[in-house]
T-cell receptor, first 108, second 114 residues
């Protein structure tokens, strides 16, 4: 099956810093989603981005489907950005496969 | 709107006991899913229901059964719990269909099997 790899596995930032999270996938995908899991365990969908670029406030995401990767940009990070960021893909159908995540800690 | 509601939030079982996790969504979504999350890992798909009346296996279905009771409700049953099933379980739903698989998750159910 398709493999989803995220990097880095862990990231510590000072508040106000910028960061880039990467998601590589091993096969063509129909769809790609980015999620944020907050420290209380809640999963929030950030982007649904099979290709191209989207922006939402301080967050933006770019997927280059032909090269099988996606990037999540966090600008001017805040302590509330802490948590785990997951990339999830599907190859058509209903099986959405998750990467292992990037754990982010933003220091005040 | 409550979105996706899971019950119970916490449960402790002994090995061999059975239990059912309940999930309900009020967004009129067609598709529903059960995932498990283990420490340091992403979410793994257990079962899913593409539409009312259908269920299919995901990545890790062994030891579980599901029922799509109606369009709103999708339950996950452990017939004989094992310590390896200690995990956090998440239910999710989506509109379903091409380009409409944006997942909305419940708050999770933490299960411990002793």
């Amino acid at each position: 099956g398709i493999q989803v790899e995220q990097s880095p596995p862990d990231l510590i930032l000072q508040e106000g810093a910028n960061s880039t999270l990467r998601c590589n996938f091993s096969d063509s995908v129909n769809n790609l989603q980015w999620f944020h899991q907050n420290p209380w365990g809640q999963l929030i969908n950030l982007f649904y981005i099979p290709s191209g670029t989207k922006q939402n406030g301080r967050l933006s995401a770019t997927t280059v489907a032909t090269e099988r990767y996606s990037l999540l940009y966090i600008s001017s990070s805040q302590t509330t950005d802490s948590g785990v960021y997951f990339c999830a893909v599907d190859t058509g159908g209903f099986k959405t496969i998750f990467g292992a995540g990037t754990r982010l800690f933003v220091k005040a | 709107n409550a979105g996706v509601t899971q019950t119970p939030k916490f449960q402790v079982l002994k090995t061999g006991q059975s239990m059912t996790l309940q999930c309900a969504q009020d967004m009129n979504h067609n598709s529903m899913y059960w995932y498990r999350q283990d420490p340091g890992m992403g979410l793994r798909l257990i079962y899913y229901s593409a539409s009312e009346g259908t269920t299919d296996k995901g990545e890790v279905p062994n030891g579980y059964n599901v029922s799509r009771l109606n369009k709103r409700e999708f339950s996950l049953r452990l017939e004989s719990a094992a310590p390896s099933q200690t995990s956090v379980y998440f239910c999710a739903s989506s509109e379903g269909g091409p380009g409409a698989n944006v997942l909305t998750f419940g708050a999770g159910s933490r299960l411990t099997v002793l």
